[in-house]
């Protein structure tokens, strides 16, 4: 068997970094981003008031209360540049470009009305507080200046960088290109209709729709799932099919044990294909294989039990996509166990668990009922998963551990992937 780091640093060594694609920013949501981007303007572009008020010239010295100016003009949201006499005041509403010549904002409640025009609007006013030098106006870059960084190489596209990226006018961003991946579940027993009745021995295949879902979630494109019996000609079928979608990686749920009907490895070989690890000194998920292809295509091999293959998909198919798709190697974070825990040594052991507060209101990581891995319903519970090291046998509480969220996008979303 091989212990979980070295399968790791196995997989990521057969892995390359996908090609760059240009696709339009308001279309990358969920995609990570391959080069830097730097700003192309200052944000905000010019100077502006934050308030509706009247702007005023301090010259950099507050300006007293009660003093008295006469209103020359208005500028409103999305008018133009105006040079106006840095004696008077100009009406100004929250978002308008400061007139050349004025520097500060008094906002309408801190003035009062001396005169008025025929049209109602002040023509002369009255300062009821001083003015702080700059108070109320946004500075142009003062968010970001042009020439900085805008968004980082790395960076796991969310709402709010495209927030950023529409505010600079920018109409297209680099991408990494979502590796392909084809999903083939096998086994006899499962039916994929949820409408159609089981028979005796029958089981719903719950794997594909978990493990489509995740992979598009942590960056993959699925181009190809389907159902295969217990069947090596039916199999290489499915896997040509898999091939000719243009999979990069294959997944495939079962057959890969050391029963009679456990024929993927087989079948691997006999293709030609280079197995280059099969079991993995962990639990649940020790059958994983990982092979690659005579075309250079990669193989996971998955256990069929659910949680065993998710757990298989989370710690080694994630640990390809991230090299595929440019990001660094991921890093456990690290919390205390709850409670105490015992398991069998020479086994690293992932546990459904969820983060909690201690008695003394730290964070801890509570391991779940229901381990074994048929067992789905805890991982609705779930919030992370813990990883229990090979060699321990015994783990008092407050040991600490090594936690992952459910998927390895979630980390770089949180900017703690390298923490």
């Known amino acids: 068997m091989s212990p979980v780091p070295d399968a790791q640093r196995s997989v990521r ?33 010019f100077d502006n ?84 030098p700059g108070q109320h106006v946004r500075r142009a870059g003062e968010d970001i200046a042009q020439g900085a960084l805008a968004l980082a190489a790395g960076t796991w596209l969310g709402p709010q960088h495209l927030l950023l990226a529409a505010g600079l006018g920018i109409a297209e961003l680099p991408l990494r290109q979502r590796p392909k991946v084809a999903l083939l579940c096998t086994g006899r027993e499962l039916v994929d209709d949820p409408a159609q009745p089981l028979l005796p021995g029958q089981i719903r295949n719950s794997n594909g729709p978990f493990l489509a879902a995740r992979l598009q979630a942590a960056g ?33 749920t079962g057959a890969v044990s050391m029963g009679r009907y456990d024929f993927v490895p087989p079948t691997l070989s006999a293709l030609g294909a280079e197995i280059l690890f099969h079991k993995v000194a962990m639990r649940p998920g020790k059958p994983l294989l990982f092979a690659r292809l005579p075309g250079g295509q990669l193989y996971f091999g998955l256990p069929g039990n659910p949680v065993s293959s998710a757990i298989g998909l989370r710690f080694f198919v994630e640990a390809a996509l991230r090299v595929m798709l440019g990001l660094p190697e991921e890093r456990a974070w690290r919390l205390p166990l709850l409670q105490a825990t015992k398991k069998k040594p020479g086994f690293r052991l992932y546990q459904k668990a969820r983060l909690q507060l201690g008695a003394d209101g730290r964070l801890g990581v509570e391991l779940l009922k229901g381990q074994e891995s048929f067992k789905t319903r805890p991982l609705l519970a779930a919030t992370v998963w813990a990883a229990l090291p090979a060699d321990a046998a015994e783990l008092p509480a407050g040991s600490p551990v090594d936690i992952y969220p459910p998927g390895h996008e979630l980390g770089v979303h949180l900017g703690v992937q390298t923490a």
């Open 13 to 45: 060594a057969a892995c390359d970094v996908q090609p760059v694609e240009r696709v339009p920013a308001m279309q990358s949501l969920g995609r990570v981003l391959a080069e830097d981007v730097l700003s192309p303007i200052d944000l905000p572009p």
């Open 49 to 132: 008031t934050a308030m509706d008020g009247y702007a005023l010239h301090g010259g950099g010295e507050t300006i007293a209360s009660g003093r008295e100016f006469d209103v020359r003009g208005e500028q409103a949201a999305g008018d133009g540049e105006s040079r106006v006499d840095g004696q008077d005041a100009w009406e100004i509403m929250t978002g308008a470009r400061i007139p050349d010549g004025l520097d500060a904002v008094v906002p309408v409640e801190q003035i009062e009305v001396l005169d008025r025009d025929t049209d109602d609007r002040a023509t002369r006013i009255r300062l009821t507080a001083a003015v702080a």
């Open 220 to 252: 993959a494109e699925v181009v190809l799932r389907e159902t295969v019996p217990d069947d090596v000609e039916a199999f290489q079928q499915a896997l040509s099919r898999a091939l000719a979608a243009g999979a990069q990686l294959v997944l495939s």
